[in-house]
């Protein structure tokens, strides 16, 4: 793996608490997430902070490996239990992926002696990793909903 990917990975896991308050602050005011106005804040950043410490090794793996099938999938059912609409889900998935990349190019590992390549190697990784998320949480939500289960 190159050097720039074990940085951004390092950093996602150690720093997940930082990421997923700003994350919160960020849900909680934003006009596409209305639900997480009142939610707990603890109980969000908690769910924030196990996605960011599952994203390496998600993001090791080819493709989703059974147990982050199942860790989205129980994603999705906390946050239908939680009472927040399948759109807010992806929304605040959305929102995830922006703030671990917003973090990381804060912490200035995008310095100008990286190569442009691992960067975009990296990002590219990491929507794709979302894009599993969102289409499992999606698949997840229409099962609950069917099944009105809450």
């Given at each position: 793996m190159k050097t720039y990917a074990?940085?951004?990975?390092?950093?996602?896991?150690k720093h997940a608490e930082k990421i997923a308050a700003r994350w919160a602050k960020d849900v909680k005011n934003n006009t596409r997430t209305p639900t997480y106005k009142s939610l707990n804040e603890e109980a969000?950043?908690?769910?924030?902070?196990r996605f960011y410490q599952n994203f390496a090794k998600m993001f090791l793996d080819e493709k989703p490996t059974d147990d982050v099938?199942?860790?989205?999938?129980?994603?999705?059912?906390?946050?239908?239990a939680m009472g927040i609409p399948?759109?807010?889900t992806i929304y605040a998935l959305i929102l995830m992926r922006r703030h671990i990349w917003l973090y990381a190019e804060f912490q200035s590992i995008f310095g100008s002696g990286i190569d442009q390549r691992q960067a975009l190697d990296t990002l590219g990784r990491t929507i794709l990793l979302f894009d599993y998320a969102a289409y499992e949480v999606t698949k997840e939500y229409q099962e609950l909903m069917k099944k009105g289960k809450k």
């Open positions: 074990i940085k951004y990975l390092e950093l996602a896991e969000m950043i908690y769910q924030c902070v099938l199942r860790y989205f999938r129980s994603y999705a059912q906390e946050s239908y399948a759109k807010e």
